[in-house]
């Protein structure tokens, strides 16, 4: 043990200390980009705010961003294989075309949507209207 202002030091907590940094290395935690945000369809960031839901949307990132890609995605993240056919949206040029979209549903019918390449969800859409992806009205 070593001595550091009249205080002893345990080496073992230096080896706890790294195996956490390991641990935390080797999982991975969804990461977010906004490298193809498109600003010529659906919402800005502007109008979200001035409706009360960007910082909703923040919260949501927050959470999201703190989880590993094996907890993701479930009811109010969603993945679609492809751009869907039903949608207000049009595919975006400087999207890749097999791009996976997902859907992360922030509050009610408001989503963002963008698409998933390992670890990180681009953003792409503000939609707050639920229109990327049209379903039927459920339970009419």
Known sequence: MSRIKGKSQKKSSLIIGKSRIEEIKNKRYLKLSFKYFCNNQGQSFQDWEQEGLLSVTMDKFIHYSNLTMDKVFGDKFK???????????????????????????????????GHILDDVFYVVFLDKNHVFYITGKKNT
Do not use: R
């Open 79 to 113: 993945t679609y294989d492809l751009f869907p056919i039903n949608s207000n949206f049009t595919h975006p040029n400087n999207v890749p075309e097999d791009a996976e979209w997902a859907s992360m549903h922030i509050k009610g019918k408001e989503c963002v949507i």
